[in-house]
């Protein structure tokens, strides 16, 4: 159960750079074919705008409480009027534009044509020609004018002209030390060398490297090292849409999320969202780790509402307003960055913070009491759980019966249970104990069930050598799930 914030966010100034646009709804009823053509006749019955691409980033952030400042360029037509008007509302001074007009181009819009939750027909008018000079001219000058005081930069390229080489080339290097997001476009990644994060999908990977069926952790892993080898960047987000979300960085490190399949999503400005609530989580000092987290849970909460949309702070933190699919995405564990931090401001406001573990794969009566009985002896209580292929190696080829997403949702259900953390071997002869985490987090208290001997514990000698305290207790008798597994397949 991940205790996630965006606490620090309202801090934060985070500058956004690249294609806004217009998105434009125009919803009614089907009733008939029309007789001119093989075609649905709708009848018109709303209209209404949301920004779009970088547009939908910032009313992202806006949404969630952050200080925005959007650099794009718009053409000089209506639809660049209803641009700027929706920016001046997104909130209370907290988001400023700088919008460089193009006489030669239209401003960006897609008209989508709905009925009920399916979209009939998009029509885009657009010019995706290089910007020219004196508007690229422009454009870096709002951005010097603009990077000053800023935390983090998202550039989002629609691949609409207005991110010439040129354009990136200045903003990423000028960004400095300034985290720099990309959500890029095209099949050269090699222009947006020294960001920071690249958030392609799937498909998107594919062009890029050529490699092909990436269904797995591991071939997905694989792709994101060729890009950052390749391209120059430092980390790759790599959405995997129904599949969850993977964040792999320069130093080797990788977590990968799993995803919840949703029932006819709408991906309309998904990807936006996702980069907006991933931005959010670095801005507020959040880890990549959670940061990467949150943007899962937030792909999973959108694409559940119709059209381009936003989460605001509640929907995405508060779990009163997710849905049961949301609900599994959420009970994902914390990293052990995070969980060291969370244990430090436990110990800092006085509180003894307990540490157990275990497979926890059929979770029983003996479970429940002995998890409830180590939590009443502390403040906090952690349960590092191994994850699957550490059950694996500790269980057999026929375990875990249920996954560590589910096994993590159980147990962080628990009143007992105040956090969950995975551990594990990747392979067999690894170390398969908590030994390593619990060096990481330091718990002042550590619970083990069982007739052991503090010399028989590996995570003994950890605990005792940082002055913590271990705890063996016992545990109750007659309930295993090994027995329960035998017990059901004799009926």
Known sequence: MSDLSLSGLDKANILVIG?????????????????????????????????????????????????????????????????????????????????????????????????????IVRLDRENTNAVPSSIEDEIITAFNESIGDVDLLIVSDYAKGMLTDRVLRHCIGKAGSIPVIVDGKGNDFGKYKNATYITPNREEVTKVTGLKSLDTDKKCTQAAQKIITDSGIEN?????????????????????????????????????????????????????????????????????????????????????????????????????DDAARQVRDWQKQGLKVGF????????HYGHVNYLKEARARCDKLIVGLNHDKSVGILKGPTRPVNDELARAAVIGALASTDMVVLFGAEEAGADNTPCALL?????????????????????????????????????????????????????
């Not at 573990?357 to 979770?363: E, K, P």
Request: proline fraction near 3%; include cysteine.
């Open 439 to 491: 060096e990481q987090i330091r718990p002042d208290i550590f619970f083990k069930g069982g007739d052991y001997k503090l010399e028989q514990l590996p995570e003994a000698k950890v605990v005792l050598a940082y002055n913590g305290e271990v705890d063996i207790m016992n545990l109750y008798e007659g309930y295993s799930t090994t027995n329960i597994i035998a017990k059901s397949k004799t009926g």
């Open 19 to 119: 294609d806004v646009m217009l998105d434009r709804y125009i919803s009614g009823t089907v009733t008939r074919i029309s007789p001119e053509a093989p075609v649905p006749v709708l009848l018109q019955t709303d209209e209404y705008v949301a920004l779009g691409g970088a547009g939908n980033v910032v009313a992202n952030l806006a949404s969630l409480g952050a200080t925005v400042t959007l650099i794009s360029v718009i053409g000089a037509d209506n639809s660049a009027e209803e641009i700027s008007n929706a920016l001046d509302g997104l909130s209370d001074g907290k988001v400023k534009s700088v919008l460089v007009r193009d006489e030669d181009r239209p401003t960006t819009e897609k008209t989508r044509l709905v009925s009920g939750s399916q979209q």
């Open 356 to 363: 157990t573990n275990g497979c926890f794969d059929i979770v």
């Open 236 to 336: 790759v987000l790599l959405t995997r849409s129904e599949a969850g979300l993977s964040l792999i960085c320069k130093n080797g490190k990788h977590v990968h999320f799993k995803g919840t399949k949703i029932e006819r999503p709408d991906v309309s400005g998904a990807g936006d969202t996702v980069v907006a609530a991933f931005a959010a989580g670095l801005a507020s000092g959040m880890s990549p780790e959670a940061s990467a987290q949150l943007a899962n849970l937030a792909g999973t909460l959108v694409v559940q509402k119709q059209g381009t949309s936003c989460l605001t702070r509640d929907e995405l933190l508060n779990p009163a307003f997710h849905t049961d699919a949301a609900d599994e995405m959420i009970s994902q564990c914390l990293s052990w």
